[in-house]
């Protein structure tokens, strides 16, 4: 199957899984912890459905940002010269 009719049976399986929960909320009511966390999830997996039908309509995007290589050479010491060494406080300093 394609990325679309994928993306259309979660789609699909999404709603009935909504109008299940309408079912359940006559039932139990929409007060209760349990009921509003459920609705609450099934709430955020339409919102990442939906993000997801976005990043696969454009496929010309990367899906991830691009990789920034960092030499191995050791940096100047002289940017670290008016610094204190973090987490260990100034020399001259002693801890209480």
């Known amino acids: 199957m394609s990325v679309h009719d994928e ?5 699909r399986s999404l709603d009935d899984l909504y109008r299940s929960l309408g079912r359940l909320e006559k039932q139990l009511g929409t007060g209760g912890l349990e009921m509003r966390r459920v609705r609450m ?4 997996l339409r919102e990442s459905l939906a993000l997801l039908r976005d990043a696969a ?3 010309g ?5 691009d990789l920034v290589t960092i ?3 050791p940096y100047d ?15 001259d300093r002693h801890a209480p």
């Open 57 to 59: 309509r454009s496929p």
């Open 77 to 91: 010491i002289s940017l670290w010269t008016d610094s204190d060494d973090e987490g260990l406080g100034a020399s």
């Open 61 to 65: 995007a990367p899906s991830r940002p």
């Open 7 to 11: 993306l259309t049976t979660v789609q």
């Open 71 to 73: 030499s191995d050479t």
């Open 41 to 44: 999830d099934a709430d955020h």
